[in-house]
């Protein structure tokens, strides 16, 4: 046993030394271990041999030994665990530090790069390509020489093109900024570029917007909810009426788009990048709702006026059960004069600012027609908005114009009918004739 005591301790100090492993000491142990248990049981006998005694306190001090290196040894890798996951913490910082430091460099050279190859466009507000000596763009990966020597370019003149310039040399602007600017560094006129966005998105948002409540006049589910649930407009209804609207897009409200970007841009407006935050266009399209409802409430007024009610405003009020097509479903005069308020207001409030997006501009006349196309759909839901804004005209306010043709003139809010007395519907004609009653009775005594 001696003998074996002295062999642990001599591969205990190959470990320590490097020259043996962990596992072989544990092995070497387990398999004096077991030795030991069957000389113990041997030893049980009733004539044990002299020395065993010695032998087996030997192993014991041995073992005792060797359970108090291996313990120090576990403590010594605890530690070099504990060392190792702080190694690997200021490692996975140090990486984050030098993304940092890598992004730093980047944009450091592309703006290098964007001195020495790019141009500031003022009206845009990005970098384009540095124009060469002969009034073209270079674009070294892109280009081919034809045989006269003249530049051709192939993805620079694309749209796609035209993002991955502006994205190589305007690194500061967000995804939507260098679309923005792209579309309208491709297209390469000003004026055509806010027409054709400005035409298209307007068509997109007004029949957009119309299609649901199309699909709910099918559904007579929702009749439940419908103002004047006797009369559902038809197919055939709703398609004279989508052909009419159409005809006053293109006729009329066509040609106001197309030159409202000279026109707002020589009061001042911008269209460049980057955009207004989202608090400078939140106060101006308030200030436009409430412009635009007070004009909206005098002009609408006047045309029911005998004269212009008759000439004018009576194509409108052909349907006395509106439906969201209906909305702009007018003669071209009340269009344009109706139109004035909301395009007008943002060119006077940028005329007397110079403040304006033309961002902005399309937010207001994104919600503008959401407000016109549902007032004019003839349902009233218990989630409608003027539930929770009681001032918010919505579409029980304007139907009920529509259906007695007179009073509730205003578009959004209902505060000019309330002051002026103009409300409508059985309610406030009650009212109205117990007001007049209680003068009457005062005139009277």
């Known amino acids: 046993m001696t003998h074996e005591a002295n062999h642990i301790r001599e591969i205990f100090h190959q470990v320590g030394q490097g020259r043996a492993t962990y596992d072989e000491l544990k092995t070497l142990c387990e398999t004096f271990s077991n030795r030991y248990h069957i000389r113990r049981r041997e030893m049980t006998s009733p004539l ?133 600017a792209a579309w309208y560094a491709y297209m390469g006129n000003d004026v055509l570029a806010t027409g054709l966005m400005s035409f298209f998105m307007h068509e997109f948002v007004y029949f957009g917007r119309s299609l649901p409540w199309i699909i709910i006049d099918a559904i007579p589910w929702f009749n439940r909810y419908k103002l004047q649930n006797q009369k559902i407009p038809t197919a055939r209804e709703q398609w004279e009426c989508a052909k009419l609207v159409l005809i006053s897009h293109f006729t009329v409200e066509l040609p106001q788009i197309w030159f409202f970007h000279p026109m707002a841009v020589f009061f001042g407006m911008s269209y460049g990048v980057p955009f207004p935050s989202w608090l400078t266009m939140a106060y101006q399209i308030a200030i436009f709702f409430v412009v635009e409802d007070a004009w909206h409430y005098w002009t609408h007024r006047s045309m029911h006026w005998g004269p212009l009610y008759r000439y004018i405003h009576k194509i409108h009020h052909q349907y006395s059960a509106p439906f969201g097509l209906a909305a702009e479903y007018a003669s071209p005069i009340e269009v344009m004069v109706l139109g004035l308020g909301t395009v007008g207001t943002p060119i006077i409030w940028c005329a007397i600012t110079k403040d304006l997006h033309i961002l902005t501009m399309y937010i207001w006349i994104t919600l503008r027609l959401f407000q016109a196309v549902d007032s004019h759909s003839g349902y009233e839901f218990p989630w409608s908005l003027h539930h929770f804004l009681p001032f918010w005209a919505g579409a029980q306010h304007h139907d009920v114009h529509h259906e007695k043709f007179v009073g509730n003139y205003a578009s959004s809010f209902r505060w000019w009918d309330y002051c002026l007395d103009t409300e409508s519907g059985p309610e406030y004609a009650k009212r109205r004739r117990e007001r007049n009653a209680t003068k009457d009775a005062k005139k009277a005594q």
């Open 48 to 180: 044990p041999s002299p020395g065993a005694s010695a032998d087996v306190a030997a192993l014991h001090r041995s073992i005792a030994l060797l359970n108090t290196k291996i313990q120090g040894v576990d403590g010594k890798v605890d530690d070099l665990d504990d060392k190792v996951d702080a190694l690997e913490k200021k490692m996975v910082s140090m990486k984050g530090y030098i993304k940092k430091v890598a992004g730093y460099v980047r944009r450091s050279l592309a703006l290098q790069e964007r001195a020495q190859h790019a141009v500031w466009n003022e009206e845009a507000g990005v970098y384009y390509t540095r124009p060469n000596v002969d009034g073209v763009r270079p674009n070294s990966d892109e280009e081919m020489d034809d045989p006269n020597g003249t530049a051709i370019y192939s993805a620079a003149d694309s749209y796609w093109g035209q993002f991955d310039e502006i994205s190589k040399y305007n690194v500061s602007l967000n995804v939507f900024e260098r679309l923005w």
